[in-house]
Nanobody, 126 residues
Framework: QVQLEESGGGLVQAGGSLRLSCTAS????????MGWFRQAPGKEREFVAA????????DYADSVKGRFTISRDNAKNTVYLQLNSLKPEDTAVYYC???????????????????WGQGTQVTVSS
């Protein structure tokens, strides 16, 4: 069982930045691909970014490419999401997720992940 806890959300003006963190329990963090998803009110949960178990491979949704950066520190059991140039449409609850993998894959769908955090709210004002 893996427990994930997100932090770092908040209220920010358009054009601002935030850094989200997600810390995982357990001793095998480096065996998990990690992803960030978000869900706005009335909308489905959508993929934002994913990172391979080693951190060598990363994938992003088109809507955040060039603005968001995913990274991880396996020694700290933590994955990060740096959010820059924020827009009001980035407002959502952001979730981190993990999946046990045996390759350097970067899963991009909700159904591919096994464990989820409780989410952290990001609100961008115009």
């Amino acid at each position: 069982q893996v427990q994930l806890e997100e932090s770092g959300g908040g209220l920010v003006q358009a054009g601002g930045s935030l850094r989200l963190s997600c810390t995982a329990s357990g001793r095998t963090f480096s065996s998990y691909a990690m992803g960030w998803f978000r869900q706005a009110p009335g909308k489905e949960r959508e993929f934002v970014a994913a990172i391979s178990r080693s951190g060598a491979y990363k994938d992003y949704a088109d809507s955040v490419k060039g603005r968001f950066t995913i990274s991880r520190d396996n020694a700290k059991n933590t994955v990060y999401l740096q959010l820059n140039s924020l827009k009001p449409e980035d407002t959502a609850v952001y979730y981190c997720a993990s999946r046990l993998v045996y390759t350097q894959r970067t899963p991009k769908t909700v159904g591919e992940y096994d464990y989820w955090g409780q989410g952290t709210q990001v609100t961008v004002s115009s």
